[in-house]
């Protein structure tokens, strides 16, 4: 875990009031959680677009989805490189589209949230550190292009990930540890923006792996239950129960993407 997270946790610990399991010991197996098969995605063709922020900046952006997750990368194509930034996100409840760039580090540096309607997608660019926002404006472009890899492979997995909304804002580690006879041994931390930094915790569990995902149980619940799978360069946490009510601090949240950092 990284050693901010840890400061933090250690100053806002006396704050928490919810209760925490007990560690595992690392020769023990969870009985809360369980493997799943090695699946393929169900993999759509590449959508393509191209547009402008703030009518001035053009884009390229590409991306596949994997139900409810966009998976992607954007290209600035007035930079000098034109090196592709990974574009993740997910389609919401309302059909909108929120998409996040992430640096290499995990932090996200600007969030793209909108609509489109088959041929047009309009919405907003936003960035976490300047707190600014401009105009997105993009059209569908027909073109043919190579697909992502999107798919890992399960010795690829193991190691750390991580999410950081700016210095203030949200901020999430999670990491897994290989260990014989397949088996693996990860936690999972965040806190939420400052200044309250509350925070959510699954502390260290020792879990069978036998695929590139997982379903755990939180001991002693009865419906905070959350599914992890793998994709090449990152993480999905979702809960498969609904949100996990009552079991960490105000608003924090231990779902999410997590970029794979080493």
């Not at 959508?47 to 952006?61: A, H």
């Amino acid at each position: 875990m990284k050693q901010l997270i840890c400061i933090i946790l250690l100053t806002i610990i006396s704050c928490n009031n919810s209760p925490q399991k007990e560690s595992s010991s690392d020769n023990n197996i969870s009985d809360t959680s369980k493997s799943l098969p090695n699946t393929k995605i169900n993999r759509y063709s590449d959508i393509c677009w191209t547009g402008t922020i703030d009518e001035k900046i053009p884009v390229f952006i590409r991306y596949q989805l994997d139900s409810n997750l966009i998976i992607g990368e954007i290209t600035y194509l007035n930079s000098k490189d034109k090196l592709p930034i990974p574009l993740l996100g997910l389609i919401e409840e309302d059909k909108s589209y929120m998409l996040m760039e992430f640096e290499k580090s995990g932090n996200i540096s600007g969030i793209i949230r909108g609509y489109h309607t088959g041929e047009v997608f309009y919405g907003n660019w936003f960035s976490p550190e300047k707190r600014i926002e401009f105009v997105l404006n993009l059209v569908k472009k027909d073109t043919v292009i190579n697909p992502l890899e999107t798919e890992t492979k399960l010795e690829d997995v193991f190691g750390q990930y991580h999410y950081q909304f700016s210095e203030e804002g949200n901020i999430g580690d999670f990491e897994i540890t290989q260990l014989p006879d397949s088996k693996a041994i990860f936690e999972i931390g965040s806190v939420t923006e400052a200044p309250g930094r509350n925070m959510a915790e699954i502390n260290k569990d020792t879990i069978s792996l036998t695929a590139t995902h997982f379903v755990y149980s939180l001991p002693n619940t009865n419906d905070c239950e959350f599914e992890v799978k793998f994709y090449k360069g990152f993480a999905f946490i979702r809960y498969t129960k609904g949100y996990c009510e009552g079991q960490f601090g105000f608003n924090a949240s231990i779902d999410g993407i997590f970029l794979k950092v080493n």
